[in-house]
């Protein structure tokens, strides 16, 4: 059973950098077939995919966030990261992390909020 597990603060300051991890199990993260990415959805608005990493990799990230955004992955611990720079309240979001196929989000983590403020 594949299963995902974002970790991160609960709080950020803003101007900070948001940073952010998911422990995947069940899968490997360099596995072909499959890329891993972020969304996040903020209060009162829809999802938002941010970006992701492939199996080999190269990472991809939304136009809209690509300036403050970075993903990373260390595949010894089988784990994929995001860092955001200069949040700000609007960064604030219950953040997922989830399994890619053919452009489809089939394993979700549980998801972890976010909140950014002083």
């Known amino acids: 059973q594949v299963q995902l597990q974002e970790s991160g603060p609960g709080l950020v300051q803003p101007s900070q950098t948001l940073s952010l991890m998911c422990t995947v199990s069940?899968?490997?993260?360099?596995?072909?077939?499959?890329?891993w990415s972020w969304i996040r959805q903020s209060p009162g608005k829809g999802l938002e995919w941010m970006g992701g990493i492939l199996y080999e990799g190269s990472t991809y990230t939304s136009p809209a966030l690509k300036s403050r955004t970075s993903i990373s992955r260390d595949t010894s611990k089988n784990q994929f990261s995001l860092h955001m720079t200069s949040v700000t309240p609007d960064d604030t979001a219950v953040y997922y992390c989830?399994?890619?196929?053919?452009?489809?989000?089939?394993?979700w983590g549980q998801g972890t909020l976010v909140t950014v403020s002083s």
């Open positions: 069940g899968d490997s993260i360099a596995s072909d077939h499959y890329s």
């Open positions: 989830a399994r890619t196929y053919l452009y489809a989000f089939d394993v």
